[in-house]
């Protein structure tokens, strides 16, 4: 059980929003750098997959997740918290080695990357002292998933993973793993093709995963402080939403 102080004062509070807001534009600009170094639009990375992958990509996207959830759990328990830059470390070097062997080998290392980049949501869940055991917990770490991804970021066109927290039942997570894979789906799609461009190969590798490992720890950042936020400054998550998504829509006050 948390013990609480007093409730966060407006300033307090108006200045955590502030700094999630931040996070939220910065992890945006990481998605920019990697289409400068690939070429090209985001909209257009899917065009350069082949049809027989993307048939496969939803299912194993979805096998991925479930895998990743039992993975990245048990992990827990043999090392515990990890700092971020580690969790870049390790997807950067994997996402080198799949570009560097093309296709199939980052097609190979997509359900490596898809736990590691659970297990890094799951540290930050526990930054902001939740345990990542609990299923609530858990739950809300797949539901991270649901941001936009990195290289098809827009500031407050896409908050459907900052949702109000709901019941979690026996067949919730199945349930929010199925919602959840179309949408990733299309992200690692985004994700493959960007890392098997010709010629640049590991360079594109280790500069995606990079991307993808820091935008998911920064959305992470955003879920989490605001579910803090929450607790500590005694406001309806709701109404934290609410003021969180306005700020995302208005122009970044200049410094």
Known sequence: MDVLGPPLDKADV????????LRHRR???LGIQVLNV?????EALLDRLPDTVM???ETGTQQALEMAMNAAHRSR????TQPGWLSRAVTTAMGAAGGFGGLPSAMAELPITTTILLRAIQDVAGEYGFDPAEEGVRFDCVQVFAAAG???H???ADLAFLTTRVAVTGKAMQALIAKVAPRLSVVL????????VPVLGAAAGAATNYAFTSYYQQMAHVHFGLRRLAIEADIPHAELLERFRARLVAPPARR
Do not use: F, S
Request: net charge negative.
């Open 150 to 152: 990195p290289l098809d």
């Open 27 to 29: 992890a945006g600009n």
């Open 77 to 80: 328990g043999m090392v515990g």
């Open 154 to 156: 827009d500031d407050g």
């Open 189 to 196: 799609g985004q994700k493959l093709a960007a890392q098997t």
């Open 14 to 21: 108006d200045a955590r929003l502030d700094a999630l807001a």
């Open 55 to 57: 048939g496969r990509l």
């Open 38 to 42: 690939v070429g090209g639009r985001a």
